[in-house]
């Protein structure tokens, strides 16, 4: 009995092992389309092709006279707001 529970305990093992090796050394292939997406990224990036512009990390909307200004965590779109600060530059790519 004992030994028919050892020899199940190692052919699971076994299976289990192979199945973990086959998945992990599996080739990914990537579609033709998959493949143009990721060269256009990454030439759209290297080019340098974006537009500079002034942001701020800082907005805030309350009361007041209401102001449009690029917010750097939204590079390119102006938000609503009443008091901004801290200028940085972001790069908006169209």
């Known amino acids: 009995m004992k030994r028919k529970l050892l ?6 093992t076994i299976v289990t092992g192979y ?7 599996k ?4 579609s033709d389309l ?13 080019s340098g092709s974006g537009i500079k ?4 990390s800082y907005v805030n909307l309350s ?3 209401k102001y449009y200004v690029n917010y750097c965590g939204a590079c390119g779109i102006p938000v609503e707001c ?5 200028v940085s530059t972001c790069t908006w790519f169209k």
Do not use: Q, R
Not at 34 to 46: F, H, I, S
């Open 7 to 12: 020899f199940i305990i190692v052919v699971v």
């Open 27 to 30: 080739e990914v292939k990537l």
């Open 63 to 65: 009361v007041g006279e």
């Open 82 to 86: 009443t008091t901004y600060s801290n």
């Open 19 to 25: 199945n973990v090796y086959a998945s992990l050394n």
């Open 34 to 46: 998959a493949l143009a997406n990721v060269e256009a990224l990454a030439n759209n990036n290297e």
């Open 53 to 56: 512009m002034s942001c701020y």
